[in-house]
Every structure is written in structure tokens, then in C-alpha cells.
């Protein structure tokens, strides 16, 4: 239960660190995706987020009706869209990776990098004990 009412505190507290900046959470995790590798097809981009398809056209309609990325048909496969960063996503990118740094700084302030070494070591059996 701790572990439960911490990771809903957690993400609610980056959810408001990244609205302030001007952006959402699955804004941020697009950008992300998108910016970490140069063109993703629609359908790699939902499986890096962990979304579905449906849920990540209706993201991708609305930050490319902010222009924050395009869309293109795939010249090798027409049913395949291309995402790509606009100037105006790179500058959103920038922005809301200047809040999730400084969000990991202050999260991680006061705890020193070997009881963070072994919180992550935690974590990792946590997920392999319940199969993740």
C-alpha cells in the first residue's frame, strides 16, 4: 500500500511539474519517444509509451495541431506514418526536459547515490517477484 500512495504522489507531483512548464504527461513521453529516435512509425511510437494506437492518434492530432510534430506516409509502406519533431516540438521538448531534471533533482534531493543504488536494486525485485 506504501508503495502504492507513494507512486500516485510521485506521478501526480511530475504531472504538475510538467503542466507548469507547458506540457503533459504523454506530451513529455511522445517528445521523448519521438526525440530519442529520429522517425518512429506510429505503431513503435505506442509501444514505447505503453499506449494504444487509438489513444496515440488522439495525442499526435492535437500536438500536430499545436505543431509540435509532422506526419508522413512511409514512401516504403503507405499505410505507415513517419513522427517527427518540429521546431516548435524541439523547444517544448527542451522545456519539459528542463522540469523533469530539475523534478529528478529535487525528488532525489537529501538521498545519497548508494541508498539510490540500492532503492533501484529494490525496485528491479519488486518487479521481477511479481513478473514484471
Known amino acids: ?18 503542466v507548469e512548464a507547458g ?15 529520429e522517425l518512429a512509425n506510429q505503431r513503435e511510437l505506442a509501444g514505447m509509451i505503453g ?9 499526435l492530432n492535437a500536438m500536430e495541431a499545436q ?8 514512401p ?5 506514418h513517419q513522427v517527427a519533431l518540429t521546431e516548435a516540438g524541439e523547444a517544448m521538448f527542451e522545456r519539459l526536459r528542463t522540469a ?14 548508494e541508498r539510490l543504488a540500492e532503492f533501484a536494486e529494490v525496485l528491479a525485485a519488486l518487479r521481477t517477484n511479481v513478473g514484471g
Open 1 to 18: 500500500m506504501n508503495l502504492a500512495r507513494t507512486a500516485k504522489v510521485v506521478a501526480q507531483a511530475f504531472d504538475a511539474a510538467l
Open 23 to 37: 506540457g503533459t504527461l504523454p506530451v513529455w513521453l511522445t517528445l521523448l519517444s519521438v526525440k530519442s529516435k
Open 67 to 74: 505543431g509540435l510534430l509532422t506526419r508522413r506516409r512511409d
Open 51 to 59: 499506449i494504444q494506437g487509438a489513444t496515440l492518434t488522439h495525442h
Open 76 to 80: 516504403d509502406n503507405r499505410r505507415v
Open 100 to 113: 523533469a531534471l530539475a523534478f529528478d533533482k529535487r525528488l532525489r534531493a537529501g538521498l545519497p547515490d
